[in-house]
């Protein structure tokens, strides 16, 4: 499990370097791809979880380490999704009430 969120943690990292070094109109169209991704592997999460959760309800799959585990990433990653929205919602109205 740690092997992965490091991995992907690296690979968002990756994504945010190269998003930074792009030129302006490149940079808007790069933060929405990472974030369109971002939020697409979220909902990717909670499907697995979902389905390890069927599986165990069913007797498909008897580990329930692994069914919380499932449950736990989809979970993490939907609590970073929500809290990475309210820094954005945040930004934009500190933005606007600039005064120009």
Same mark, same amino acid.
């Not at 943690?9 to 169209?29: D, I, N, P, V």
């Not at 390890?52 to 498909?60: N, V």
């Not at 069914?67 to 990433?73: F, L, N, P, S």
């Given at each position: 499990?740690? @092997? /992965?969120?490091?991995?992907?943690? $690296?690979?968002? /990292?990756?994504q945010m370097r /190269?998003?930074?070094? %792009?030129?302006?109109?490149k940079?808007s169209?790069s933060?929405?791809d990472i $974030? +369109?991704d971002?939020i697409?592997r @979220?909902? /990717? $999460?909670q499907? %697995?979880?979902d389905? *390890?959760?069927a599986?165990?309800a069913?007797?498909?799959? +008897?580990d329930?380490a692994?069914?919380?585990? *499932?449950v736990e990433?989809a979970?993490?990653?939907? =609590?970073?999704?929500? =809290?990475?929205?309210?820094k954005? @919602?945040?930004a934009?109205q500190e933005i606007?009430?600039?005064q120009?």
């Amino acid at each position: 499990m740690r @092997v /992965e969120s490091s991995h992907d943690r $690296l690979k968002f /990292e990756g994504q945010m370097r /190269e998003t930074a070094s %792009e030129g302006k109109g490149k940079a808007s169209s790069s933060f929405v791809d990472i $974030l +369109r991704d971002s939020i697409r592997r @979220v909902n /990717e $999460l909670q499907i %697995e979880a979902d389905k *390890a959760i069927a599986e165990l309800a069913t007797g498909k799959n +008897r580990d329930i380490a692994r069914t919380m585990i *499932a449950v736990e990433k989809a979970n993490i990653a939907f =609590q970073m999704m929500t =809290q990475i929205r309210n820094k954005i @919602v945040e930004a934009y109205q500190e933005i606007m009430r600039m005064q120009v």
